[in-house]
């Protein structure tokens, strides 16, 4: 455009030029052709007015003339055209001058002018003739070179101009076609720059309106572009955040099984650290079921939904559903898969719990059940007639009952526990005095292994007495319980700033280590023979790690087999509101 | 160079195949060994009856890497590509047959388990298998430093081994009426070991995939 400008600024100038040049030129040689003419008029009347007369030395005075006169050429011609002098040649071999122009001007009005070639000289002469008063004429000739010559004459003036004033014309278009590409040059950088995702150039002032304008629908269109740009690009990020923030793991296949998107989550769950995407599907997870339910998504649009065990362990529910959309299109076919991997090891750990629980609660609540049916049916039968034994049966019968009542009292404190349900009354509870109440009463079955008990320190707190008893009776009866003889019992309470610490140790069998971390499982028993001999339940720990998470507080346990076991539980002093 | 991106995506497709064989035989090795522990001799059948999956696989991608060689005429880093796939699914392969041979196994083992056989079979298997598994990802993701530290791994397989064999030279010493059944245990953990060396066979593979070199020999 530059160039464009440029080059158009220069031709006019050229154009300029030439016209102005070639018409001053005409000008001028005209100019000078009439001040040549007057020039000779001049004189010619001044030789006329020195004019001696037909009868004197016309050949000396033409002479004279003509010297004085630079070597114009001065002649005298009759009225006749006869030549009576000459300054340059001789009269006699010049032929009649009569037909001359100038000479016939002269005769006729006084003053002649005519400008041809000399046939005499063979040169372009310029004729001017005056009549005398003699009646002769009198005509001066001067070598003139025509229009032409005058403008030869003045054309290095004229080239100099010329050039001068192309050198300024172009100077100054270069700097004028600059000026007005300049602001052209700066909107292409502004829009360079917003190519490249800045939208915020800012242009400078331009001296044009129509640039003006085009700048500012250029701004505006940047606006809006960028406003689009951050809309499309929050969307993105909102999006990727979601994948990449959700607990279930997500995957796109196309109908290649090539992996379109991939959250953490997913890749979490296989264990992939590696960029997968557009990579196939067993970059990512090479398990069989999961390629064959793709497979048949794809193929037959069959949707399954199955468990998977990973390697670390955890259970993952995964669903995989055949999907159609132009975002997966992929050589003409928008089929694609997507996989949801949820987790879902707590759902079916606690539902293998529960299913465990009700096996082994029914498993329990039978075995006393058949004794006491088996014993009654004997006793009704009549068969026992030995009144001992009668007594014995009777008594066993009414064990049973007990330990059947025990469980199921146990069962249903532990699932008031597991619904959260609240005993309302928080009373300020000594647990001081609740351990010494409990080990009064398992004094007798301690005295029977010779078991030293004792009770240490004193603290309390504000909870449910009920729940703090059966907490500190399951844990004392248990010391006791499995207790070797002459053992002993410590129960220690500590009371702290914010908490309380009920610490009860013994010199019992101890737990062995394998089975330190099932112990609070329901039901779940070292030994099974020996603990249903003693009469427990199975769920006394479980029971005491209840009251403790509903409190919030914390149970530990150290134990060394054959050497006693020490139970740890710390409760803070108000309970808190939320229960757990 | 126009035949360069059909020969990367059969490259691709060739990874993609072993990946899907060294998941099969995984999953064999998982099964085997399930049946051993639960002694479900259905699911040991169902191995025995797997493994010939593991065959086709095995033949598809032998096909694979043949026609390869035939039509791209592979040099230098491709052609130990598909060399080393070739030699990499003999292994696998073999891996197949073991589970399968330990599925037999299983069949004939009747009565119950020597006690602490049940724990260091299992082991030994997860151990055998994240090899397996390492071994194909690390020709797969090109990764030296992996193919690496499975092959270190083998000394752990070994020392189970050593571990059961001689739990069972005590057993068979303390005790005449299950030997027979030791002697099965025995096998089914030589099979996990033979496993482990196969693994590290493939490794070796894929270090002269990357180096040129296997075991140190310059071959290509």
């Not at chain 1, 018409?23 to 040549?36: H, K, T, Y």
């Not at chain 1, 005398?132 to 009198?138: C, F, H, P």
């Not at chain 1, 690009?233 to 999006?239: D, F």
Request: aromatic residues 6%; contains cysteine.
């Amino acid at each position: 455009m530059k160039k464009a400008i440029l080059i158009r600024f220069l031709m006019i100038i050229a154009a300029a030029l030439v016209l102005m040049t070639s018409i001053s030129a005409l000008f001028f040689a005209d100019g000078a052709r009439q001040q040549a003419q007057e020039d000779m008029l001049r004189l010619v009347r001044v030789i006329a007015q020195q004019y001696p007369g037909q009868q004197s030395d016309l050949s000396g005075f033409v002479a004279q003339c003509s010297q004085n006169a630079k070597g114009a050429r001065v002649s005298v011609i009759a009225p006749d055209g006869s030549v009576l002098a000459d300054s340059n040649a001789s009269p006699s071999q010049m032929d009649n001058h009569s037909g001359r122009q100038e000479v016939e001007q002269a005769l006729s009005t006084g003053t002649g002018i005519a400008q041809r070639t000399s046939s005499t000289l063979g040169k372009g002469l310029l004729y001017v003739a005056v009549r005398t008063q003699d009646g002769n004429v009198l005509r001066v000739a001067q070598e003139y070179d025509g229009v032409l010559a005058g403008i030869a004459r003045q054309l290095p003036a004229l080239l100099t101009a010329a050039l001068a004033s192309l050198l300024i014309g172009i100077f100054l278009a270069r700097r004028f076609s600059a000026a007005v590409t300049k602001p052209l040059t700066q909107v292409a950088k502004g829009l360079d720059q917003m190519k490249q995702g800045n939208y915020e150039v800012q242009f400078d002032d331009v001296p044009y309106e129509e640039l003006d304008q085009i700048i500012r629908r250029i701004q505006a269109l940047a606006k809006e572009n960028q406003s689009a740009a951050n809309k499309l690009y929050k969307e993105r990020e909102k999006v990727d955040f979601i994948l990449n923030n959700m607990e279930e793991g997500m995957v796109l296949l196309d109908k290649y099984l090539e992996i379109l998107t991939v959250n953490n989550s997913a890749k979490s769950f296989f264990g992939c650290q590696r960029d997968v995407v557009g990579k196939h599907l067993v970059h990512l997870v090479s398990d069989t079921k999961i390629g064959n339910a793709v497979s048949e998504a794809l193929s037959a649009g069959k949707s399954s939904l199955f468990d998977l065990t990973l390697p670390d362990g955890r259970i993952v529910s995964v669903h995989i559903t055949q999907v159609t959309g132009d975002f997966i299109r992929n050589a003409h076919q928008n089929v694609g898969v997507i996989i949801l991997i949820i987790d879902v090891t707590t759902d079916r750990k606690s539902y293998q719990l529960r299913q465990d629980f009700f096996s082994n609660a029914s498993h329990e609540l039978k075995t006393p059940i058949t004794s006491i049916q088996g014993f009654a049916e004997l006793l009704e039968a009549g068969i026992i007639r030995d009144p001992a034994k009668q007594q014995e049966y009777l008594s066993r019968i009414i064990a049973e009952s007990k330990r059947m009542a025990n469980l199921i009292n146990d069962i249903l404190m532990i699932s008031r526990l597991e619904a959260g349900i609240r005993d309302e009354e928080t009373v300020y509870v000594d647990l001081g005095d609740v351990c010494r109440e409990i080990v009064d009463t398992v004094a007798p079955q301690a005295g029977a292994q010779n078991i030293q008990m004792e009770v240490v320190g004193s603290a309390g707190l504000f909870a449910n007495r009920d729940q703090m008893h059966e907490l500190a009776a399951n844990l004392i009866s248990n010391a006791v319980k499995y207790n070797k003889q002459n053992g002993w019992v410590k129960v220690k309470l500590t009371d702290l700033p914010q908490t309380i610490k009920l610490k009860v140790s013994d010199t019992g069998i101890g737990i062995p280590a394998e089975s330190q971390s099932r112990i609070f499982e329901r039901f779940y028993r070292v030994d099974k023979g020996r603990s249903r001999r003693i009469g427990g339940t199975g769920l006394g720990l479980s029971i005491v790690k209840h009251i403790v998470n509903v409190y919030g507080g914390e149970i530990t346990l150290k134990s060394m087999e054959n050497e006693g076991t020490s139970i740890t539980v710390t409760l803070p002093k108000q309970k808190p509101q939320t229960i757990g | 160079m126009g035949a360069r991106p059909s020969f990367d995506t059969e490259l691709e497709q060739l990874n993609v195949d072993l990946i899907k064989m060294g998941a099969l035989v995984e999953e064999a090795i998982e099964n085997s060994i399930a049946a051993f522990k639960t002694q479900d001799e259905e699911a040991a059948k169902s191995v025995i009856r797997d493994d010939r999956a593991v065959d086709d696989i095995e033949k598809s991608i032998e096909a694979r890497c043949l026609s390869l060689l035939l039509r791209q005429q592979p040099v230098a880093r491709d052609l130990r590509a598909i060399s080393t796939a070739l030699k990499m699914i003999t292994d696998m392969e073999r891996i197949g047959d073991n589970a399968a041979d330990i599925a037999e196994l299983v069949l004939r083992i009747q009565g119950e388990h020597i006690y602490t056989m049940v724990e260091h079979i299992p082991n030994m298997a997860s151990k055998a298998v994240s090899m397996v598994h390492d071994s194909i990802a690390s020709y797969v993701q090109n990764d030296l430093e992996l193919a690496h530290k499975t092959i270190a791994k083998d000394d752990e397989v070994d020392a189970l081994f050593n571990r059961v064999k001689g739990e069972l030279i005590t057993f068979l010493k303390s005790s005449d009426e299950n030997s027979d059944r030791a002697i099965d245990f025995l096998m089914i953990a030589k099979y996990l070991e033979r496993i482990a060396d196969h693994a590290v066979n493939i490794c070796e593979w894929v270090e002269f995939y990357k180096t040129g070199e296997h075991k140190h020999t310059r071959i290509l």
